[in-house]
Nanobody
């Protein structure tokens, strides 16, 4: 099993930055791709960004390309989501998730999920 514990998030003004962290414990972390998802009130959960096992490959939703950066430090068993130039439409609960072996963009392909963290961007 993999346990994911998230930190970061909070309230920020539009144009500001936040960094989310996702720390993993349990089985070998470098066997898992990690994705970030978010869910806004009244909307479905959506893929935001993902990183492969080594961090060599990444994927982003079009809405965050050029503003968000996903990275991982396997020595620390942690994945980060750096969010810059935040917009009110980035508001939502953000979740990290782990999928064994390969980078995925569909939520059902992820086995383990973090507890979620609120990000609120004010205009």
């Amino acid at each position: 099993q993999v346990q994911l514990v998230q930190s970061g998030g909070g309230l920020v003004q539009a144009g500001g930055s936040l960094r989310l962290s996702c720390a993993a414990s349990g089985r070998t972390f470098d066997q898992y791709a990690v994705g970030w998802f978010r869910q806004a009130p009244g909307k479905q959960r959506e893929f935001v960004a993902g990183t492969s096992l080594s961090g060599g490959s990444t994927a982003y939703a079009d809405s965050v390309k050029g503003r968000f950066t996903i990275s991982r430090d396997n020595a620390k068993n942690t994945v980060y989501l750096q969010m810059n130039s935040l917009k009110p439409e980035d508001t939502g609960v953000y979740y990290c998730a782990a999928a064994e072996y390969r980078l995925c963009i569909l939520g059902y392909e992820y086995e383990y999920w973090g507890q979620g963290t609120q990000v609120t961007v004010s205009s």
